[in-house]
Nanobody
Framework: QVHLVESGGGSVQPGESLRLSCAVSGVNFRLHEMAWYRQAAGKQRDLVASISSSHNTNYADSVRGRFTISRDNVWNRVYLQMNSLKPEDTAVYYC?????????WGRGTQVTVSS
């Protein structure tokens, strides 16, 4: 059974940083691409960043240069370092992976950026 659990969200002021973590079980982690998505209130869920099994990364234009995705294949975790946060980064952040053509999601962690 695939299980993803996000942590690390919170409320911060503009310009501050947060680091999100996602613990993954139920897949051969090192072989799977991992991704972070976010969903703001009333909006669709959008891709924020992804990292392949070979550590190739991809970012949404809105976060490139501010966010960094990484993975730890020993502890089966994926991280999202978020710097220079902006109010428009406010959303629920979800960790995701795909196995056998099925996409799995965590329950999400709330990030709020407000002065």
């Amino acid at each position: 059974q695939v299980h993803l659990v996000e942590s690390g969200g919170g409320s911060v002021q503009p310009g501050e940083s947060l680091r999100l973590s996602c613990a993954v079980s139920g897949v051969n982690f090192r072989l799977h691409e991992m991704a972070w998505y976010r969903q703001a209130a009333g909006k669709q869920r959008d891709l924020v960043a992804s990292i392949s099994s070979s550590h190739n990364t991809n970012y949404a234009d809105s976060v490139r240069g501010r966010f960094t995705i990484s993975r730890d294949n020993v502890w089966n975790r994926v991280y999202l370092q978020m710097n220079s946060l902006k109010p428009e980064d406010t959303a629920v952040y979800y960790c995701s992976t795909t196995r056998a053509s099925l996409t799995y999601w965590g329950r999400g962690t709330q990030v709020t950026v407000s002065s």
